[in-house]
């Protein structure tokens, strides 16, 4: 596997259900990022961690809950979510902390679907 | 206001041609601006990065940015049919603060 890995690429959960997404990346990078993308919005973005501390908590709603357990691993835990909550979900890594300074590379998303 | 703003098209244009894509933003504190590609169904795709007021150039593209104006342009020379695409806008500043706009869709006839 190469660059940044996400699983699973597709989740139809219901409101009451328990999810997590999960992602990897393969290129040594000591920042990772999650991002949700709505039709018809901007790209948001929503939690930031480097080198395993979050750093950045952009006023998501607490049933987002994001873990990085390692440089390379980032999870985010999903539970009682809304229908207004269907979107991509997108995670980033980059080498280092500092989104003015360092190139992100996204992986292939999440397609998630609440119903 | 939109923070950062993009007119939403399409922008047809022939191939062969020169595309032309906007962006606006309204954070005069911003620090680095970015053109991702994005494929429909994909991920986004770093094009081009611009700090510094002026043009970057690299290959097809170039990247225009006047913080005077709070302005950045991305411009493809001889455009392509793989080119179509939509091209997001992204204003960053400091650490942990960027913002993207809603995208420009670009058509490239053959």
């Known amino acids: 596997e190469t660059g940044v890995t996400q699983t699973p690429r597709h989740l139809v959960m219901g409101m009451t259900n328990k999810k997590s997404l999960k992602c990897e990346q393969h290129?040594?990078?000591?920042?990772m990022y999650w991002y949700k993308q709505s039709a018809k919005k901007p790209l948001e973005l929503m939690f930031v961690y480097s080198l395993e501390e979050r750093v950045e908590n952009n006023s998501v709603p607490s049933r987002f809950s994001p873990e990085c357990p390692n440089s390379s691993h980032l999870f985010l835990h999903l539970h009682t979510l809304q229908p207004e909550d269907s979107a991509l979900y997108l995670c980033?890594?980059?080498?280092?902390?500092?989104?003015?300074?360092?190139?992100?590379?996204f992986g292939p998303g999440t397609r998630l679907t609440v119903l | 206001q939109k923070e950062v703003e993009q007119n939403s098209g399409p922008l047809s244009v022939p191939e062969g041609a020169i595309a032309s894509l906007n962006c606006t933003y309204s954070?005069?504190?911003?620090?680095?601006f970015f053109w991702y590609r994005q494929y429909s169904g994909k991920s986004p795709e770093l094009i081009m990065f611009?700090?510094?007021?002026g043009d970057k150039e690299d290959g097809r593209f170039t990247a225009q940015l006047n913080k005077a104006s709070q302005y950045v342009s991305l411009l493809i020379r001889d455009s392509q049919p793989s080119d179509s695409a939509t091209y997001l806008c992204?204003?960053?500043?400091?650490?942990?603060?960027?913002?993207f706009g809603t995208g420009t869709k670009l058509q490239v006839i053959p």
């Open positions: 290129l040594g990078h000591n920042a």
């Open positions: 611009i700090y510094s007021n």
């Open positions: 992204a204003a960053a500043r400091g650490y942990q603060k960027v913002t």
């Open positions: 980033a890594s980059s080498q280092d902390q500092g989104i003015s300074y360092n190139e992100q590379f």
């Open positions: 954070d005069r504190g911003s620090q680095s």
